[in-house]
């Protein structure tokens, strides 16, 4: 079965961290630029970051560039968002995309609660 499963969120204090793992399973992600989107309640879905396959470079969105690092582990199907000095403003629903030609995949997504 192909599908992308997203682990690690959770209720952490402000200025903590969370780190999140997106996993593959009946593809390689190798191939594909993963994506992380958030959407939080009564808000659009925004991108966060982005990781290319060719030579994993990455962009983020200025609201976490400085605060967020995703890194690939082909060794294990996996694409990781390391999010450090988390705001409340961070709060939303966190999904994985992979994309490669025609192909393209969405995880179910993981809730992100930042609260004290």
């Known amino acids: 079965q192909v599908q992308l499963v997203e682990s690690g969120g959770g209720l952490v204090q402000p200025g903590g961290s969370l780190r999140l793992s997106c996993a593959a399973s009946?593809?390689?992600?190798?191939?594909?630029?993963i994506g992380w989107f958030r959407q939080a309640p009564g808000k659009e879905r925004e991108g966060v970051s982005c990781?290319?396959?060719?030579?994993?470079?990455?962009y983020y969105a200025d609201s976490v560039k400085g605060r967020f690092t995703a890194s690939r582990d082909n060794g294990k199907n996996t694409v990781n968002l390391q999010m450090n000095s988390l705001k409340p403003e961070d709060t939303a629903v966190y999904s994985c995309?992979?994309?490669?030609?025609?192909?393209?995949?969405w995880g179910q997504g993981t809730q992100v609660t930042v609260s004290s």
């Open positions: 995309y992979a994309s490669y030609v025609s192909s393209s995949y």
């Open positions: 990781i290319s396959s060719s030579d994993g470079s990455t």
């Open positions: 009946g593809f390689t992600l190798d191939y594909y630029a």
